[in-house]
């Protein structure tokens, strides 16, 4: 079935510094990959997102770029905060006949020190 | 605050037991997503309706059971429940304009807590 593998699970920087997390996916008919990010009791929410035919989007700090060759899908952020701190997930959607099915990666808990 | 709203916020309940978690979409929004997160296994997709109608599954078991209504809003029901069955049980909304694409942002409602002891 279906897998998204995402790198690397925790991953510690020094505010200011840049961060990237990896995700890479099994199913060439993924076509929409979202980021989330999820703070600790809070619900996620997404930050960026991307579609199939697209292989870069930014937003102010924050940019995804995807590989669709290579099936695989990136979050840079540059300039950390300490707000910055929380767990990040990728998911890759397909488009079913009639719905969406979606595969989350299993998270990257990021740590901004200041 | 999303829009998105969810009941009860905790939930406690035995093995064997039946719940049932109510989910409220952002005004107007057709979509309604339902999503276990557990330790685990990680942050799960269960199944996906639009306007009333089941379009897409994910990895929900057997016992486990949803609906949306005609108000829209969505249950998701549990039974024969299991330890493991504990989880932060989440529902998402999006507007479902374009018949429920996956390119809609989902929004998030607050999650039910579930133990199962």
């Known amino acids: 079935g279906e897998n998204v593998e995402q790198h690397p699970s925790t991953l510690s920087v020094q505010e200011g510094d840049s961060a990237v997390i990896k995700c890479t996916y099994s199913d060439s008919a993924s076509n929409y990959f979202p980021w989330y990010k999820q703070e600790l009791g809070k619900r996620p929410q997404l930050i960026i997102d991307i579609r199939s035919n697209v292989g870069e989007k930014k937003d102010q700090r924050i940019a995804v770029t995807l590989n669709k060759t290579a099936k695989h899908f990136s979050l840079h952020i540059t300039e950390t905060q300490p707000e910055d701190s929380a767990v990040y997930f990728c998911?890759?959607?397909?488009?079913?006949?009639?719905?969406?099915?979606?595969?989350f990666g299993a998270g990257t808990i990021l740590r901004v020190k200041s | 605050d999303s829009g998105v709203t969810q009941t009860p916020k905790h939930l406690i309940t035995a093995t064997g037991q039946r719940v049932t978690l109510r989910c409220s979409p952002r005004?107007?929004?057709?979509?309604v997503y339902w999503y276990q997160q557990s330790l685990d296994q990680g942050l799960q997709f269960l199944i996906h309706?639009?306007?009333?109608?089941?379009?897409a599954k994910g990895n929900i078991l057997e016992r486990f059971s949803a609906q949306q209504f005609p108000d829209l809003h969505s249950e998701l029901n549990l039974s024969s429940l299991e330890l493991g069955d504990s989880a932060l049980y989440f529902c998402?909304?999006?507007?479902?304009?374009?018949?429920?694409?996956?390119?809609?942002?989902?929004?998030f409602g607050p999650g039910t807590r579930l133990l199962v002891l």
């Open positions: 309706y639009y306007n009333g109608e089941e379009r």
């Open positions: 005004s107007g929004d057709l979509s």
């Open positions: 998402a909304s999006s507007a479902g304009l374009a018949g429920g694409s996956p390119q809609e942002t989902q929004y």
């Open positions: 998911a890759a959607i397909k488009t079913m006949e009639y719905g969406n099915k979606l595969v």
